[in-house]
Protein backbone atom coordinates (compact mmCIF):
# COMPACT_ATOMS: atom_id res chain seq x y z
CA UNK A 1 0.00 0.00 0.00
CA UNK A 2 1.30 3.34 -0.71
CA UNK A 3 0.17 6.85 1.22
CA UNK A 4 -1.89 8.97 -0.57
CA UNK A 5 -0.14 12.33 1.10
CA UNK A 6 3.47 12.95 0.79
CA UNK A 7 4.19 14.81 4.22
CA UNK A 8 7.29 15.98 2.73
CA UNK A 9 5.70 18.56 0.47
CA UNK A 10 2.26 19.28 1.64
CA UNK A 11 1.49 22.40 1.47
CA UNK A 12 0.28 24.08 4.54
CA UNK A 13 -2.69 26.48 4.26
CA UNK A 14 -1.78 30.53 3.54
CA UNK A 15 -5.62 30.57 6.16
CA UNK A 16 -5.15 29.40 9.28
CA UNK A 17 -8.50 30.12 11.95
CA UNK A 18 -8.32 29.13 15.52
CA UNK A 19 -11.59 27.15 16.55
CA UNK A 20 -13.01 26.69 19.71
CA UNK A 21 -11.68 23.14 19.51
CA UNK A 22 -8.91 23.75 17.78
CA UNK A 23 -7.27 24.80 14.52
CA UNK A 24 -8.73 25.44 11.36
CA UNK A 25 -6.88 25.14 8.21
CA UNK A 26 -8.67 26.70 5.03
CA UNK A 27 -7.89 24.96 1.14
CA UNK A 28 -9.68 27.02 -1.50
CA UNK A 29 -10.80 25.08 -4.73
CA UNK A 30 -7.39 23.48 -6.56
CA UNK A 31 -5.39 23.98 -3.60
CA UNK A 32 -5.03 20.37 -2.62
CA UNK A 33 -7.93 18.86 -3.84
CA UNK A 34 -10.29 19.20 -7.31
CA UNK A 35 -12.70 21.82 -7.86
CA UNK A 36 -15.76 19.62 -7.42
CA UNK A 37 -14.98 19.01 -3.68
CA UNK A 38 -15.35 23.16 -3.18
CA UNK A 39 -13.57 24.55 0.16
CA UNK A 40 -11.94 22.33 2.23
CA UNK A 41 -11.47 22.62 6.22
CA UNK A 42 -8.91 20.41 8.11
CA UNK A 43 -9.40 21.09 11.58
CA UNK A 44 -7.28 19.69 14.38
CA UNK A 45 -8.41 19.45 17.85
CA UNK A 46 -6.32 20.78 20.60
CA UNK A 47 -4.98 17.60 22.04
CA UNK A 48 -3.40 16.71 18.89
CA UNK A 49 -1.61 20.67 18.11
CA UNK A 50 -0.70 20.31 21.59
CA UNK A 51 1.54 17.26 20.54
CA UNK A 52 3.29 19.28 18.35
CA UNK A 53 5.28 21.39 20.36
CA UNK A 54 5.89 23.05 23.91
CA UNK A 55 3.55 26.42 23.22
CA UNK A 56 3.78 27.54 27.08
CA UNK A 57 6.63 30.09 26.11
CA UNK A 58 3.93 31.21 23.17
CA UNK A 59 1.10 33.72 22.28
CA UNK A 60 -1.06 30.64 22.07
CA UNK A 61 -0.32 29.21 25.46
CA UNK A 62 -3.11 29.47 27.35
CA UNK A 63 -5.49 27.51 25.07
CA UNK A 64 -3.59 24.54 26.57
CA UNK A 65 -3.97 25.48 30.17
Known amino acids: MQDYIDFENFKVSDVILLDYN ?3 FVYYPYEIMPYVYGIIEL ?6 VEKFGDFSDSVLGYLFK
Do not use: F, K, S
Not at 43 to 48: F, K, S, W
Open 43 to 48: RLPLEV
Open 22 to 24: GVV
